[in-house]
């Protein structure tokens, strides 16, 4: 049976980046799209740059600025879709979230142990890292879900690294988040399944690839020489590998493949 529906693709974490590139690359295969970022002035104008390429690609972009973490925010954010829902509805069109990508970097790169309190993690740092970087992504898609906005053939896809299981000297507070998040994962894609929703929710695991949230790890450059001299394919993943995927696993409807950590990354973590 052909579906007719209108397909939207919410990107958190649209404006650059592996959100960036899924969503250009899902506007130019029919996706609409819904992009949330946190960006500050001198970044605006990429913002605008990613939205002129979402147009050219004949689709259409609505972004938002602000913190994804923020309840009021987000509650703001659910209401501006369902206002251009409604638009779309009344136009005689059926519009519905085909794909929610979760792709927040925001969180300290900090160690648990140093000589200076102040250069150690908090519980500041710990908690806002965890709330951004895992538990937004529950709230998120229980309010899309409670909107009607999530129908059977949807996807949910969380962005996580092997940093869950390995260890990094900065990145022991980013890595509790994703390992949360994989967990957070794990339950939506069996509450969805008991509810007979046909909602699909995975975690996506990239290979290293140069992103600003890479830029950002302070052993940066030492994982980009490992990684290349163990991959297989002696590169690092590229956001557009990543954007790939989400669009190829996207287009069956069904719900079977849910609840897993998908390795997008050319065997580099199966490799070591």
């Not at 799209?33 to 970044?43: C, E, K, P, T």
């Not at 052993?219 to 990543?242: C, F, K, S, W, Y």
């Amino acid at each position: 049976m052909t579906d007719d529906r209108e397909r939207w693709a919410l990107i958190l974490g649209g404006s650059s980046g592996m959100g960036e590139a899924t969503a250009l690359a899902l506007a130019a295969n029919g996706y609409r799209i819904v992009g949330i970022h946190l960006d500050f002035r001198a970044a605006l104008a990429h913002v605008d740059e990613v939205k002129a390429g979402i147009v050219a690609a004949g689709s259409e972009a609505i972004y938002i600025n602000m913190n994804a973490a923020d309840d009021a925010k987000r509650a703001a954010a659910i209401e501006t879709i369902r206002t251009r829902f409604d638009e779309s509805r009344a136009a005689g069109r059926h519009p519905y979230i085909r794909i929610v990508m979760h792709s927040l970097a925001f969180g300290s790169l900090v160690p648990f142990i140093a000589d200076d309190p102040k250069e150690a993690v908090d519980r500041k740092k710990m908690e806002m890292t965890q709330d951004v970087m895992a538990n937004s992504l529950v709230y998120w898609v229980q309010d899309l879900y409670r909107a009607g906005f999530l129908e059977r053939g949807s996807k949910v896809y969380a962005m996580t690294s092997e940093g869950t299981s390995r260890v990094i000297p900065s990145y022991g507070v980013v890595s509790g988040a994703k390992a949360a998040m994989e967990s957070h994962v794990r339950q939506l894609a069996m509450e969805f399944a008991r509810r007979g929703a046909g909602i699909a929710v995975n975690s996506i695991r990239a290979g290293v690839t140069d992103t600003p949230a890479l830029r950002k790890i302070p052993e940066n450059q030492r994982m980009v020489d490992v990684t290349i001299a163990r991959n297989p394919h002696g590169r690092l993943t590229t956001t557009a590998d990543v954007a790939e995927a989400i669009l190829r696993l996207s287009e069956s409807d069904s719900d079977w493949v849910s609840g897993n950590i998908i390795g997008v990354d050319g065997t580099e973590y199966v490799t070591g």
